[in-house]
């Protein structure tokens, strides 16, 4: 089945809107990374946060590694914003493989 | 920041063709991968590797060879492709899964179309 889920799959949102982006997991994970991919495809790594809070600009990601969920927060959005959030876990064991959601599409209208 | 180039950008082949998809990357990472990326899917892992010479099986391998030449080059081969194969590869490349911090970094993407 599917060892990472996100939700929700698409949002839409006003400029300066807040955005909350939710990844679970089926498996044990000594990793998690979220990963934005803009309009065109390309993809970069966000922040990596396997526990706790990091932040980073304006996101803030939480992890709580024992109930196997993360989040990701997105402040004050911007039109730039708009893209698919990716989250991705290492499954344990199996060093460098990552499992991907399916990816959270964000929209932000001016 | 990383760089991960991959080449080529497009390809379009026929059933039964050929296929090699080339992956460079300039900043002496161990580890190297090809992904897919299909329409409710997500991406998926068809091969990695840790280093020149070694290969690694992926999530989704069947159909697909790869080779690690040097650290830099990363190639996936498609020697007889199928329609099933149409999708968008990624290569990336991160320096050492020991650090919980490391990260993957892309490269843009090959689009192929198996007509």
């Known amino acids: 089945g599917q060892q990472v889920q996100q939700s929700p799959s698409s949002l839409v949102l006003q400029e300066g809107e807040n955005a909350e982006l939710q990844c679970n997991f089926s498996?044990?994970?000594?990793?998690l990374q979220w990963f934005y991919q803009s309009p065109g495809g390309s993809l970069v790594s966000l922040l990596s946060?396997?526990?706790g809070t990091k932040h980073t600009g304006r996101l803030t990601s939480t992890t709580v590694t024992k109930e196997r969920r993360s989040s990701l927060h997105i402040s004050s959005s911007q039109t730039t914003d708009s893209g698919t959030y990716l989250c991705?876990?290492?499954?344990?064991?199996?060093?460098?493989?990552?499992?991907f959601g399916k990816g959270a599409k964000l929209t932000v209208s001016p | 920041e990383a760089a991960v180039t991959q080449s080529p950008r497009n390809k379009v082949t026929v059933t039964g063709g050929n296929v090699t998809l080339s992956c460079r990357q300039t900043?002496?990472?161990?580890?190297m991968y090809w992904y897919r990326q299909d329409t409710g899917h997500g991406l998926r892992l068809i091969h990695y590797?840790?280093?020149?010479?070694?290969?690694q099986i992926g999530d989704v391998p069947d159909g697909y060879k790869a080779t690690r030449t040097t650290q830099e080059d990363f190639f996936l081969l498609l020697e007889l492709a199928s329609p099933s194969q149409t999708s968008l590869y990624f290569c990336?490349?991160?320096?050492?899964?020991?650090?919980?911090?490391?990260?993957?970094?892309f490269g843009p993407g090959t689009r192929l179309l198996v007509l």
């Open positions: 990336a490349s991160s320096r050492d899964w020991g650090d919980l911090q490391d990260t993957q970094y």
């Open positions: 498996s044990t994970a000594t990793q």
């Open positions: 946060n396997p526990s």
């Open positions: 991705a876990i290492d499954r344990q064991g199996t060093g460098s493989k990552l499992s």
């Open positions: 900043n002496s990472h161990n580890y």
């Open positions: 590797s840790y280093g020149a010479g070694n290969l």
